[in-house]
């Protein structure tokens, strides 16, 4: 007996002066993680200060939106085509088709709207805020503009991350708009309702309670994609390589980013009652 507490006490402090060893992955995604919580940080602390570059900021928006405008339109016309062909049937087996326009509204505006218009934001547009920071980054001439006296995070993050965060609900907007013009037409191919009837529905039974909660989580996806590319592109290294991972790994964090915030999302207006 004395002999096993023996052996079981020294095994102990075997284990116990082991070194804690953390894997390397783990680390550097703890490490990640807080370099973007102080880049984050920093935006808030000195983005709202003077001087502010509003022409840089409207020049943004302008771009961003003109980017994407193109691509978010017809991919949310297919969706709402789509999805209205795909559902009608099984509506029509239970005898409940006149529900459809209701069922898609809302499916669009409350999900499929806003996080479709999301990751396609994050890949056209976070990418090609990734790539161009970080071929400013390995050019250096963002070390250039702290030469000649000009706050390059002032001018390239805070502009940017504002310009993300304000225009992704307007394109969401204009996407869950043309995804029920979509599905207007969907609806017709093999059915026939008038357009005043169809958006009658629409307007009748959602409430006005799914509407806020979409928009308020695509300003968080918004802020996320442009927070994300500038980081990634404001730190990139080892000259053209470097860019494309910077372009790659803004998409793949910014998708990651942009399932977190919607389950966290769903869980808080559940929460409050604005799934009913």
Sequence with gaps: MMAFSAGTAYKADIY??????????????????????????????????PRYEFQEFLR???????????????TA?????VLTIQLRPPLLRYGVEFELPYIVADSVIREIGPVITALIFAGKIGSGIGAELGSMKVTEQIDAM???????????????V????????????????????????????KGQI???????????????????????????????VGMVG????????????GVGRAANATVVISSFLIFLIDLVAVQ?????????
């Design 16 to 49: 116990r002066n082991m070194p804690l060893t953390i894997p390397p992955k783990m680390k550097f995604f703890f490490e990640e993680t807080g370099h973007i919580a102080r880049f984050t940080g920093k935006f808030f602390t000195e983005g709202f200060k």
């Design 230 to 241: 500038c980081y990634r592109g404001y730190h990139s290294t080892k000259g053209t390589e």
């Design 146 to 160: 702290e030469v000649s006296g000009t706050n390059p995070f002032k001018y390239l993050v805070v502009t940017r």
């Design 162 to 189: 504002l310009a993300t965060s304000l225009m992704l609900p307007l394109l969401v907007i204009m996407s869950c708009s043309i995804s029920l013009l979509g599905a207007y037409i969907g609806y017709n191919i």
């Design 268 to 276: 808080i207006t559940d929460l409050l009652g604005f799934t009913s």
């Design 60 to 74: 943004q928006c302008f771009l961003i939106g003109n980017k994407s405008l193109s691509l978010v339109g017809l």
């Design 77 to 81: 016309f297919i969706l709402g085509l």
């Design 194 to 224: 008038s357009f005043e009837l169809f958006f009658g529905q629409i307007f009748q039974w959602l409430p006005f309670s799914a509407i806020i909660p979409s928009l308020i989580k695509t300003l968080f996806f918004g802020f996320a």
